[in-house]
Nanobody
Framework: QVQVVESGGGLVQAGGSLRLSCAAS????????MGWYRQAPGKQRELVAR???????TYASSVKGRFSISRDNTKNTVYLQMDSLKPEDTAVYFC????????????WGQGTQVTVSS
């Protein structure tokens, strides 16, 4: 009984900022990795950023210096601060978490739309 819920998407102009949030809840023993993926129309889903339980972060080269991922382990929540947004960042952003519950599994949120206008 694990749920992953995203929020914070929306429409912004180029150069603007958004802050995405993703909260995991339920019968959670441990969250190993939390990350953000995105999928634009006609493209494959790609990793944007992820952070481990040891706070090791990984970023796609296209977002380095503009996006920042962080997590609050007490709230089982991961954030993605998105600054200097570009139209190329337009996509549906999905939260993913590797969670130990009754067993270790991968859980996905429903996605949140981010649209950046030029």
């Amino acid at each position: 009984q694990v749920q992953v819920v995203e929020s914070g998407g929306g429409l912004v102009q180029a150069g603007g900022s958004l802050r995405l949030s993703c909260a995991a809840s339920g019968s959670i023993v441990r969250i190993y990795v939390m990350g953000w993926y995105r999928q634009a129309p006609g493209k494959q889903r790609e990793l944007v950023a992820r952070v481990t339980d040891n706070n090791i972060t990984t970023y796609a080269s296209s977002v380095k210096g503009r996006f920042s991922i962080s997590r609050d382990n007490t709230k089982n929540t991961v954030y993605l601060q998105m600054d200097s947004l570009k139209p190329e960042d337009t996509a549906v952003y999905f939260c993913n978490a590797e969670i130990l519950s009754a067993y270790r599994g991968s859980y996905w949120g429903q996605g949140t739309q981010v649209t950046v206008s030029s």
